[in-house]
């Protein structure tokens, strides 16, 4: 987590309340419902399953075809969803750009901690214990991203 990011989920002194945690919508209350569902050694959410059209079912056709590196780029890449898609926050657009205020920025990276949460639960569930990571990634002023590998 970069100082910036660290800065932002902080209260500011120890008399400030603590910050707001964000409560799942229904989309991704949805998305934990459906699950994950282990694809030739990884770990995707079901509802992600043949969201990208041209890209093969299977893991391994899927890395060959689209030049992927291995199934943790597998993952990365089939598990992206924008937090903002999920969340009660204002995107505004400047010359074709999306724009989300600071305090929407915060809200976006605390909402992402609570899925990260979640997505730990449900691999903590599964027969198969994997270590995964969970990133959050703000993109300045424009989008926040949640992946796992």
């Not at 075809?65 to 926050?89: K, T």
């Not at 600071?102 to 992402?112: A, E, K, M, N």
Request: aromatic share 10%; charged share 15%.
């Amino acid at each position: 987590m970069n100082e910036a990011a660290a800065s932002a989920l902080q209260p500011l002194a120890t008399v400030d309340p603590p910050p707001a945690v964000p409560a799942l919508s229904q989309g991704l209350r949805d998305k934990f419902a459906s699950g994950l569902i282990y694809n030739e050694g990884a770990w995707i959410f079901t509802e992600h399953v043949g969201q990208w059209a041209g890209v093969p079912a299977s893991a391994s056709a899927a890395i060959a075809e689209m030049g992927w590196q291995d199934l943790s780029s597998y993952e990365w890449n089939v598990n992206a969803f924008h937090l903002e898609d999920y969340a009660p926050v204002h995107v505004t657009s400047i010359d074709g750009q999306p724009q989300i205020s600071r305090d929407d920025q915060v809200l976006l990276l605390r909402l992402g901690l609570v899925v990260a949460d979640s997505v730990f639960d449900l691999i903590r569930a599964s027969p198969e214990r994997v270590p995964i990571r969970c990133v959050i990634g703000g993109a300045f002023d424009t989008c926040v991203v949640f992946r796992f590998h």
